[in-house]
T-cell receptor, first 112, second 114 residues
Framework: QQKVQQSPESLIVPEGGMASLNCTSS?????YFWWYRQHSGKSPKMLMSIFSNGEKEEGRFTVHLNKASLHTSLHIRDSQPSDSALYLCAARTSGGNYKPTFGKGTSLVVHP | EAAVTQSPRNKVTVTGGNVTLSCRQTNSHNYMYWYRQDTGHGLRLIHYSYGAGNLQIGDVPDGYKATRTTQEDFFLLLELASPSQTSLYFC?????????????FGEGSRLIVV
C-alpha cells in the first residue's frame, strides 16, 4: 500500500519568515495531493490541493508538484502565529482508488 | 461548508467493552471514511464506504467493524475494545465531481479504553 512521507517532523520559524514543508509518495501511480491543516484540538481542514506538475499559489501559500519524483512541497511566506498547526499531506493513486493516504504530518510553530 | 457530526465526542470504556461511534453527514456525499489519529502515526484509514450498504476495508481494520445504514450515517463498531484502540477517531465525507476531492472532517471522537 502507498506510504506518504513528510519532512521535517517539526519546524520552527519566526513570524514573517518562510516555512517549507515536504511530502513524498511511495507509489508511482499517485495522481493527486492535498495539504490539510489541523490546529490544536481541531479537525483537519483542506488547505490546498494539486494534481498537475508545477506550482499553485493562493495568497501566502504556494504548492509545488513534481510528479516524476512523486514529491510535493508547501511553502508559507510571511508566516503568522496563527499558522502554527499540524500540516498533513495526503495522496491518492489513480485507478479509482478513493482512499487518500495521509502522512504523519509536520508540526509548525511560528513564534512572534 | 460541509457538515459532518460525530458522537459521542468523548468516551471511556473498559477493556472488552462494546463501543459504537456514530457519524452523520448532511451534504449528500457518497463517500464516508473512518480514520484514527495517534501521535507518531498521523491519520490512518480504518474503513470507508461508497454508499448505503457498501463497506470497504481500510489500512488498519483489525478490531473494527463498520456499517453504512443510509447515505447520511456511518458507524464504527468496536465489539471487544482493547487499550490499543485508545485514540482520536475522525469521520470524513467527500462528494463527487468538482467538489469531490476534498475530505470534510467531523470534530472527532476521543476514545479511552482502560
Amino acid at each position: 500500500q502507498q506510504k506518504v512521507q513528510q519532512s521535517p517532523e517539526s519546524l520552527i520559524v519566526p513570524e514573517g519568515g518562510m516555512a517549507s514543508l515536504n511530502c513524498t509518495s511511495s507509489d508511482r501511480n499517485v495522481d493527486y495531493f492535498w495539504w490539510y491543516r489541523q490546529h490544536s484540538g481541531k479537525s483537519p481542514k483542506m488547505l490546498m490541493s494539486i494534481f498537475s506538475n508545477g506550482e499553485k499559489e493562493e495568497g501566502r501559500f504556494t504548492v509545488h508538484l513534481n510528479k516524476a519524483s512523486l514529491h510535493t512541497s508547501l511553502h508559507i511566506r510571511d508566516s503568522q502565529p496563527s499558522d502554527s498547526a499540524l500540516y498533513l499531506c495526503a495522496a491518492r493513486t489513480s485507478g479509482g482508488n478513493y482512499k487518500p493516504t495521509f502522512g504523519k504530518g509536520t508540526s509548525l510553530v511560528v513564534h512572534p | 461548508e460541509a457538515a459532518v457530526t460525530q458522537s459521542p465526542r468523548n468516551k471511556v470504556t473498559v477493556t472488552g467493552g462494546n463501543v459504537t461511534l456514530s457519524c452523520r453527514q448532511t451534504n449528500s456525499h457518497n463517500y464516508m471514511y473512518w480514520y484514527r489519529q495517534d501521535t507518531g502515526h498521523g491519520l490512518r484509514l480504518i474503513h470507508y464506504s461508497y454508499g448505503a450498504g457498501n463497506l470497504q476495508i481500510g489500512d488498519v481494520p483489525d478490531g473494527y467493524k463498520a456499517t453504512r445504514t443510509t447515505q447520511e450515517d456511518f458507524f464504527l463498531l468496536l465489539e471487544l475494545a482493547s487499550p490499543s484502540q485508545t485514540s482520536l477517531y475522525f469521520c470524513a465525507s467527500r462528494g463527487t465531481g468538482n467538489s469531490g476531492n476534498t475530505l470534510y472532517f467531523g470534530e472527532g471522537s476521543r476514545l479511552i479504553v482502560v
